[in-house]
């Protein structure tokens, strides 16, 4: 059961232009979402994040949109930059036991392409 | 600061042999986590431990087990290699209370 789905296994767009790279989820006790975004040859890094009691956070060119009605958030970045071109996660945490240490549950991930 | 380091960074290995993926950070973070990486899968998490002692069993653990003898440490072991166990692997971290986890390098693992 996929509880983060990243349906989309790649964009590409052109220098300059917006990139909206979506993700949905299904566990509804899902309260705050990551954005992590990996090079090849590269750990993930953190790139931004939203709580459930926002609907928009934005960090410069990053923007995530969170639909909680329709179980559904989105990164925008605007402009996109050749050096934006890499794979990004979608990520939520959950919690068992009342321990503070959320497990993170990765959406499959999404190629972006940013051509010059 | 060198963060999350992870051993080795690639490794091709025979089906049955043993294997050990080390990982060290130099944050402190109390929790450390193992993910492995499959082309149309994204991360899934193998195994965790919240502080140095304890462990616990993430959503793909079978045929691997891991052990925290103190903070920074964090290894995987591969008791007996079969090829469905070939991925790329990462170590991450995270502090108390906080959910943003820090990933190492990866160790790129191919058994034959």
């Known amino acids: 059961d996929q509880q983060v789905k990243q349906n989309s296994p790649s964009l590409s767009v052109q220098e300059g232009r917006i990139s909206i790279l979506n993700c949905d989820y299904t566990?509804?006790?899902?309260?705050?979402f990551l954005w992590y975004k990996k090079y090849p040859a590269e750990g993930p890094t953190f790139l931004i994040s939203?709580?459930?009691?926002?609907d928009k956070n934005e960090d410069g060119r990053f923007t995530v949109f969170l639909n909680k009605s329709a179980k559904h958030l989105s990164l925008h970045i605007v402009p996109s930059q050749p050096g934006d071109s890499a794979v990004y996660f979608c990520a939520a945490p959950t919690y068992a036991g009342g321990t503070s240490y959320g497990k993170l549950t990765f959406g499959q991930g999404t190629i972006l392409t940013v051509h010059p | 600061i060198a963060g999350i380091t992870q051993a080795p960074t690639s490794q091709i290995l025979a089906a049955g042999r043993r294997m050990t993926l080390r990982c060290t950070q130099d944050m402190r973070h109390n929790a450390m986590y193992w993910y492995r990486q499959d082309l149309g899968l994204g991360l899934r998490l193998i195994h965790y431990s919240n502080t140095a002692g304890t462990t616990g069993k993430g959503e793909v653990p079978d045929g691997y087990s891991v052990s925290r003898a103190n903070t920074d440490d964090f290894p995987l072991t591969l008791a007996s290699a079969v090829p469905s166990q070939t991925s790329v692997y990462f170590c991450?971290?995270?502090?108390?209370?906080?959910?943003?986890?820090?990933f190492g390098p990866g160790t790129r693992l191919t058994v034959l």
């Open positions: 991450a971290s995270s502090d108390l209370g906080k959910d943003t986890q820090y």
């Open positions: 939203i709580s459930s009691i926002k």
């Open positions: 566990n509804s006790m899902f309260d705050y």
